[in-house]
């Protein structure tokens, strides 16, 4: 890893080094907190979680191949290199913020409330037709995952599209300090991480910290159609590059065409260029999506025809709306996480499935003392929105069904107290033919309810 000497990272982690002075100018071959994928010439570091204290493992993984370890307390005794150092966490983050300036490549950092992930899909599906793009992967969005998606990145590598997750304030601060972005896109603010931020206006504080460390001669790619963000007219000079349905944005979509399950089509007005496309994911908030990624990929000077085929060869990954055909039912995975506002626009598209169109509804968290009108407005949505049943899941969503049956005494609802009892019943609730919408808050687990529906 380019510049990643026993020398510098005892430097950068302000650490005090124990072990041969002759291995110091060696470069790490790779970085893990996962003591089961260390490589030949690695460098491990231990996290103090909750439940395991890392540092039990470092003999084991020094016996398996580690150039050098870091630990947060002296080993006494040890026959082996490793630098100490006051907190594993710090140590990570202020290593990736050294190794990426030392790779000097463009970094996309995404964040919002809704559509992080799809969206990074997206722009790295775009960038990916002309440049070696690296991108995060699953839920490595956070303060110990964004070092670690960085540490993947290799000097081959040209662009990184990076996802930055916060939950409260001055977590984007620490996030964008690392990934010093050069392009930074923003989604949407919805209403969630209530529980800190407060309201949406809190929310938009939170995210917008995305540009306190960014490129000062970069580019900022906001929604335009989301009141919050176009009331961001510039920041240090960098005008945004607004994105969204109404003809007066940068770049803007019309002519939209649910395809049903397979897709939207819709035409794109990128400045002068007008091209029609595809996007093989439905729902409108993928226009937006495939919108963002347009306005990134003309900044990285793309032509129409790569973001085009950039767009149209996305490929949809578990959790996040992943369409599962098994031989009775469509299944529509997007179990991975969930607040109001992705919930109803997962519900308007699973209204153009085919057959008996069921939702199966879990617990959002984090919202704050408005949980129970949050989830009541999604009970109501469900019930307006033209699909056939809902499955409501959990102690919050209880008031998602009750709000659900009073909106439409003929609407099909129906509650389960907890995973576990929907699970019991769960071969009794669907049909051949179904299309089911599984989503809830990750704490919910409902990837179990996926892999149930698959086997039955």
């Given at each position: 890893m380019k510049n990643l000497t026993i020398k510098n990272l005892t430097e950068v982690c302000s650490g005090i080094y124990h072990g041969p002075e002759n291995i110091m100018d060696r470069e790490v071959s790779s970085i893990t907190t996962d003591s089961r994928k260390i490589e030949k010439d690695s460098l491990f570091v231990p996290i103090v979680g909750e439940r395991v204290d890392a540092h039990r493992f470092i003999e084991d993984v020094m016996s398996k191949g580690a150039l050098v370890t870091l630990s947060e307390r002296e080993l006494k005794n040890a026959d082996f290199p490793y630098i100490q150092i006051n907190s594993s966490l710090q140590a990570v983050k202020d290593i990736a913020e050294f190794y990426l300036k030392q790779l000097q490549i463009p970094v996309v950092g995404i964040t919002g409330s809704v559509g992080k992930t799809s969206t990074k899909e997206v722009i790295a599906s775009v960038l990916k037709e002309k440049y070696r793009t690296l991108k995060t992967q699953g839920n490595f969005n956070n303060e110990l995952g964004l070092p670690l998606t960085v540490f993947r990145l290799r000097e081959e590598d040209q662009i990184a599209v990076l996802e930055m997750g916060i939950s409260d304030f001055g977590e984007m601060s620490r996030l964008t300090k690392i990934a010093r972005p050069d392009t930074c896109v923003i989604t949407n603010i919805g209403t969630c991480h209530l529980e800190n931020l407060g309201?949406?206006?809190g929310v938009l504080k939170a995210k917008t910290e995305i540009f306190k460390c960014m490129n000062p001669e970069g580019h900022i790619v906001l929604n335009?159609?989301?009141d919050k963000l176009a009331s961001v007219s510039e920041y240090n000079g960098i005008k945004p590059v607004f994105f969204g349905l109404d003809e007066n944005r940068d770049v803007y979509a019309d002519h939209i065409e649910s395809k049903g399950l397979k897709g939207?089509?819709?035409r794109i007005h990128l400045e002068e260029a007008v091209f029609d496309v595809?996007?093989?994911?439905?729902g409108i908030h993928m226009v937006y999506n495939a919108l963002a990624a347009a306005a990134v990929g003309r900044i990285y000077g793309l032509t129409t025809e790569e973001i085009k085929k950039g767009i149209e060869s996305l490929e949809t990954i578990r959790g996040r709306f992943k369409m599962i055909e098994t031989d009775k039912f469509l299944v529509v995975d997007d179990c991975y996480n969930a607040n109001p506002m992705s919930m109803k626009a997962s519900l308007d598209v699973l209204h153009d499935g085919?057959?008996?169109?069921?939702?199966?509804?879990?617990?959002?968290g984090e919202l704050g003392e408005n949980e129970i009108a949050l989830h009541e407005e999604v009970g109501i949505h469900a019930a307006q929105c033209g699909i056939d049943a809902c499955i409501c899941v959990g102690e919050l969503s209880v008031h998602m069904a009750e709000a659900a049956?009073?909106?439409?005494q003929d609407f099909e609802v129906i509650y389960?107290?907890?995973?576990?009892a929907l699970l019991e019943h769960l071969k009794d609730l669907v049909q051949k033919g179904d299309t089911i919408l599984v989503k809830a808050s990750h704490f919910m687990k409902f990837e179990e309810v996926v892999e149930a529906l698959e086997k039955m």
């Open positions: 309201d949406r206006d335009g159609d989301d939207v089509a819709c595809l996007v093989p994911t439905p085919e057959g008996r169109r069921v939702a199966i509804l879990g617990d959002m049956r009073k909106a439409d389960e107290e907890s995973r576990e």
